[in-house]
Every structure is written in structure tokens, then in C-alpha cells.
């Protein structure tokens, strides 16, 4: 891509980290086929109402796809194998357990769910760690290292080349690859001396081909990756090869004088304005009303309302005038940010700075939604808000819950836990905890434009929600999620309905949400957490406790114990035989004439120097009755005689 006098109004490009960015192919079925291995060669399709929301590849070979109606999946494939796909539970916990098994082979920390089936990956630091120590005299024998302090932890791989395919393909001959074969055998080139970022992207490349292996291994799943300096082209690229493959995209990422090629905006260009992440259904609405001159044309079916026309990023930025300022006009309205537009310009460029997020213990909210053809009466809105409330519950339930390993709560002394099996199979216990408790209940709401004259319908974007306190009766383990629901529904849910639309205007909605947010941590030992678990440390403090406490109890005497009371006894032997041995008779000794030396009495070698004794008390007698007292009471009790009375 040619440089042009629009690069002067982008900020300077950020690509010092490396990002992977993992794609789990068909994951709806894949959790299926996980279960069920004979699934995988037959034709599998997930069902939730009436389409189809994904598929795995025998299907798509046969003719089926996303999205499409069951009625027309069986006529296309009579023999596929449809499975419900309502309940999220497996999805979910599928999708953590990948994430996990991800994350531990990162040292950054940072990984990123999107979803149940993405995930990114801040590999910058074990990227640079390995990039410090390759030896570029022996590329092709080279070792990635998982652990910084154990060098036998990593896989062997060939430094000079990408691992799995790239954008721009290499097929014609990599020039990029000449920068490490130019140089002697005899000389160590240095990092500076190569292009770094070539160097870092083709380790990335090699460390997510290795996780993308260890996840098929170990957990049974294929993915889509993609490597680049950011979430924005590392999540694009990798659709370039699907499915169960790999794609970096190779520089240079900036055009410059000396180099007018741009790969980034290479890349960029042939995209769909709609499919960039980051810019939503409104404001690509907006581009390709500005960009056509008009409204684009849409698919006339109202499960679909997309459009018929594309528009490509290039379209966009090469418009004439066009710019951040530009854009930011064009995309102004109500709740939108004065940055929008120089952020969809960085995007339109392939910049995207925003973080991979780090792991996260609490989802920041939980959020539930349906979609409906036609959803017009009171009694339907009601029996769709209990249905998503209990599915919002259980989502709590599930992410917002941990085992309280602490509490233990007996029941008639049998030892069995005081716990509640509700009736949606979900067993809520008294032995569990609440992680947070969320502060806010939103319902939102997407009510469907009228019908047009002639007969179409414009497709909607604009969602109008409410907000309340969430009720503290929610986080109650004792009732059971339908009662729950129910008086959820009926106490707060309901009546914030009646404030966004009316009966007597009537309504014909298209999607409804209900979620939780504003999340405040419950106390815990976590140094995140919203302050210390008191309870659980008094519940913990006779184990912790334990090395200090004293008890009164009976203890057999020790060896050294009775080996120094024999001796004591051997000594009392030995005086009583002095007292009474027949030599000190006959020297006219007596008890009373040896002086044996104990604590009370003094001997001429020993001197007692005690800070504790008292100092004896002068006392007088009485001369009338000759009583003694102290000096100082003699006075009154000579009075004592003299009045008797």
C-alpha cells in the first residue's frame, strides 16, 4: 500500500508486543464431539430454536452453514445430526477449561476470553526472553524455553522460518529470510543488526503452533490462530487459513519513505467495514450510509436485516476529506465518546493499543439475552423474563460461587451437610460462598421499527434499558432458583418493564437482556478482594492456632525425667543415712549440729542478695497488758486503757 499524505495525521504505531490470538473451530460441536468422539465423522449441527448456530466441517462440506433455518438443513442434509444447544453449561465450562489450560503457559499473566471460543494471548515477555538467548549461528537447531528456571521445559524449532502460513504468503520465496543467511559463519550478529520485529513475530508463530498442537493433544480441540502485534490484527489474520491452522502477519506494518509497502494496510483494505472488530453494527450503518450516499440495502428476511452491499475499509479511508475529524462527525450521537473517531481511524489502519486483559476471578457483569421474531404481549414478556432470570441465576450461581472449604455445618450430629437441591437440578448448599455480589440489575430492551409503507421494515440497532438495585434476597442459598426467579420477576423486573414501555402504546420487541453488573468483591484473602474474611478466619484459627495452644492433660514422664528423679531420691538416700550413721553418734553430732545448706538457710560461701525481702517491723509492749503491736499503734491503745468506756 502506497504511503500518501493521509499517514501524517496517524499517531505513531505501537508494535513492540506479540499477540496470539486462539479461534476454537466449530466449538458448539466440538464440545459435543469432546463427549462424543464418533461425532466427529458424521455430520453434527447445534440447534438453538429454529436455526442452526454452528456446525462442523463434514456438515459445511455437505452444503450446511450458520445460521441457517433446521427446516432447510435437513433438506440440504437429511442425514445430519442435530443436538440442542440451549443450555450454555457445557459451553462454559468447556471454555474455562481451555482458557486455563492456555493461560499456564503463559508468564505475563495476560489472557483474554472473548466469548466461549476465543482467547488472547500476551506472549511479549517469554517471546523476548527467547529472542535474548537464540544463537543466530544455529537458527534451525534452535530451543524455545517454557520456563525461566528450569532449561529443559520447551520444544526444538527452526528460528529461520515461520511456523504455519503467513500474510503475505511466502510460497514465491521469503525475502525476509535472507537477513539471517547473510551474515559469515564466523560472526555472531546482534539483535540490532536484524529486523527485531521479523525475529519476535516468527518465535511468536513457533510458541502458538506448539499450544495450538498441546490444545488438539492433550484436550481433544483444534483452533484457528493468529500472530501479530496486536488483538485487532492478530484476531483478523487468523481467519486468512481456517480451519485448524495458523497465520502471522508479517512486516512491515508502517510505510515509511524507503519502504511505501504497508502490509498492516495491505491487509486492512479487503476488509468488510462490518467485520472489523471494534466498530459495531450503528457505526458501520453510518460508514456505508456516508460512504454510498445513501442507506445500503439489506436482506429483506426479518431473522436478518444485514447488508447487501459492501463496503471495504479501503473505500472508507481513501473517501475523499476523509479523516479523524471527519469521522468523529460522522459517527457523533448520543452516548458516543469525542475519541470515536480518531479510534476508528487507528482501526482503519490496523492500530489497535488496547491491552490484553489479565485474568480475571469475577466477570465484570453477567449478562442474559434472547431473541424473538415477535414479542407483543404482557403474559409473553413475562414468561420470556422468568426464563432468562432463572438462566441468570444459574450463571451466578456458576461464576460468582466457590466451595467454602472453611464452613462445615452438621445436621442432627450425623456429620451430613445442611444443603438444597433445587428443582432445576442445581444443588445450592450452605458450604458455598459468594466470590461477589453484583450491585445493579439492568433489563434492556430492542423494540422493532414499525412497517413501512411498502412493506419493509429498517433493521434496529437502538437497545433503551433500565437499572435498579439488585435485591439482597438474591444471594439467598436457601430458596431454590425458580422461587427466585420468580420473585425477581414479579417484585422488580416487571415493574422496570412498565417504565420503558406501555400497554396502552403497545410494543413489538426483538431482543430483551437482563444482567448484573457493578460488582463489589466479597471479602476473602485474595488482595483483591473487598476486605478480610473475619469469618473465615475464626473458623480457621484452632488449626492455625494449634502450635501455641496449651493443654492440661496427662503426660508420661520423659527418660531424662525419671533419670533425674532417681537421682533425687539417691540423694535423700544418702542424707538420711548421714543422720543417723553410727560415726556421728559416736562424734557427738547430732541433726541439729550438721548444717545442711538449702534455699532457707545461708552459709558462710554463700551470700543471698534478694530485692523481694521485706524489712522487719519495729514493734512495742504494752505496759499495762503487755500486748505487742506496732510502734505506731502503741499511742491509741494506751487511749484504749485510759477510757475505757
Known sequence: MRITAQAAKLPARHDERIIIHFDYDCFYAAVFEAATPALKSLPLAVQQKHIIVTCNYEARRRGLHKLQLIREAKKTCPDVIIVLGEDLTPFRNASKELYIFLKSYIWSGRAERLGFDEVFLDVSDIVDFNLNILNFNALSASFFHLDRSDPEIGFLYDASSY?????PSSNLGDPHRAIFTSFPSCETPRV????KLEVR????????QHLRHQLAEQKGYTSTVGVSTNKL???????VNKPTNQTTLRPPYSAAADNPESHALMFMDSHEIGKIPGIGCKLSHKLRSYVLGRDPRLDERPAWGLPCEDVKARDVRLHPGMGPEVLAEILKG????KDTGAKVWGLLHGMDDTHVGRARIVPKQISIEDSYLRLDTLTQVKKELYNLTVSLIRRMHLDLTEADDDYEKDRGGDGTEDHEKVSDGLIVDATRRWLAHPRTLRLSTRPRPPTQPDGTRSRAFHRISRSTALPSFIFNFKDSVDSLAEKLVDGVLLPLFRKLHSEALGYDLSLVNIAVTDMVEAASDNKNSGGRDIGGMFRRQ????????????????????KNDLGNVDQDLKTVESRLVSPESVRLGKGSEDEVFHTQTSVGDDIVWDSDDHDEPELSDSCRICSATMPSFAMAAHERFHLNPD
Open 163 to 167: 511456523a504455519g502460513n503467513t500474510f
Open 233 to 239: 490484527l492478530s484476531k483478523l489474520v487468523g481467519g
Open 192 to 195: 540490532k543488526d536484524v529486523d
Open 201 to 208: 513475530l516468527r518465535l511468536g508463530s513457533h510458541l502458538a
Open 542 to 561: 484452632d488449626e492455625v492456632l494449634k502450635e501455641w495452644k496449651i493443654e492440661d492433660r496427662d503426660v508420661a514422664p520423659s527418660q531424662q525425667i
Open 334 to 337: 448520543p452516548g458516543s465518546h
